[in-house]
């Protein structure tokens, strides 16, 4: 073989490596979007109006200090809600607003639950025994 044949071989070679490699970036893209589709079809749009209650979710509550303890704090008010799901949040007993991602609150069913006058009670107590 001399070096003419050499070259042209090595030169179709290379066109070839750079054809797999460009394959290569198009499926990895494929890829990436057909799993970005399956992971934003698993999420949930949170969607909350001016003036309702909501509460605030705290991730940086430590094992410890009360491990059965809620993590969600009390209710605070939705003032504002602006684009990309961040909402402006007023606390009761503070003038302070916060700026929260929408994926940090839930819905406070609570004050719902006063209004409703008729509530049903049910004490916990052990079955009466044969003794008694």
Known sequence: M???EAGTERKLQLAELENLRLEAYDNSRRYKEKMKAVHDKHIKRREFRSEELVLLYNS???L???KLRSRWEVPYRVEK???YG???LHHPSSSKFIKVNGHHLKLYHGEKMKDHKELEVFLLEDPPTEAE
């Open 2 to 4: 001399n070096y003419k």
């Open 60 to 62: 940086r509550l430590r």
């Open 64 to 66: 410890m200090p009360g």
């Open 81 to 83: 809600a602006e684009t």
């Open 86 to 88: 961040v909402f402006h």
